[in-house]
């Protein structure tokens, strides 16, 4: 599995390095007051925002992918777990389930899900995502914050140790909630956008 690390580059080697890491820095420090009573996001905002958001769902389809696996070591798919819950805005969070074999949705907080996820009872499981992600616009919520929605496209592939399979696809729809992080960079103190996911619910299923 692969590993994530997000690393911050904090130089540049050309004065051309050093006016875009600038013009970063500064898109960073305004959407630090994305949350200001009043103010609207500017182009720049928005798209920071957007591509903080995608890495965020990149992050959980790679996580689902990797603990569904049963194939990977059992060790990395329960560190995908814990990963995979780090990117909700609690454990609270609910995770709903459908199955072609049933009408009725059903619904887990996300750890729960995760587990369940790791345990199915499976030989094999390959969950893939089949479309790209797709965004909604970010609209501000009465508290001043940001949310949108992302939709996934996941198919889901299970084979018995009889060697029957079970095949769905099904489209899923994110709740993104952006907060404000207040974080210290050396002897300043900021407030930087953090991206948070919340409930996810099932669209549609077919086959």
């Known amino acids: 599995m692969k590993q994530f690390l997000f690393v911050l580059l904090l130089g540049g080697l050309t004065s051309s390095g050093l006016m875009a890491q600038g013009q970063s820095l500064q898109v960073q420090n305004d959407l630090g007051r994305y949350g200001d009573a009043g103010r609207a996001l500017s182009p720049a905002e928005v798209s920071a925002l957007t591509e903080k958001i995608e890495e965020k769902v990149n992050l959980?389809?790679?996580?689902?992918?990797a603990i569904a696996d049963k194939r990977q070591d059992p060790e990395l798919r329960n560190?995908?777990?814990?990963?995979?819950?780090?990117?909700?805005?609690?454990?609270?969070?609910v995770v709903e389930?459908?199955?072609?074999?049933?009408?009725?949705i059903e619904r887990f907080p996300v750890r729960i899900y995760f587990?369940?996820?790791?345990?199915?009872?499976?030989?094999?499981?390959?969950?893939?995502?089949?479309?790209?992600?797709?965004?909604?616009?970010?609209?501000?919520?009465?508290?001043g914050r940001w949310s949108a929605t992302a939709t996934i496209f996941q198919r889901?592939?299970?084979?018995?140790?009889?060697?029957?399979?079970y095949i769905d696809r099904t489209v899923k729809v994110i709740e993104i909630l952006v907060e404000r992080e207040k974080v210290r960079i050396g002897n300043v103190t900021t407030y930087l956008p953090a991206v948070r996911l919340g409930n996810i619910r099932v669209k549609e299923t077919k086959l």
Request: net charge negative; hydrophobic share 35%; charged share 25%.
């Open 60 to 65: 959980l389809t790679n996580y689902l992918a």
């Open 79 to 93: 560190q995908a777990v814990s990963q995979a819950v780090g990117l909700f805005l609690d454990e609270s969070q």
């Open 97 to 104: 389930v459908s199955s072609l074999n049933r009408e009725s």
């Open 115 to 143: 587990r369940r996820l790791y345990a199915l009872p499976y030989r094999d499981v390959s969950l893939t995502f089949y479309n790209v992600s797709t965004l909604s616009a970010l609209e501000k919520r009465p508290d």
């Open 156 to 165: 889901f592939e299970g084979t018995t140790e009889e060697g029957l399979k």
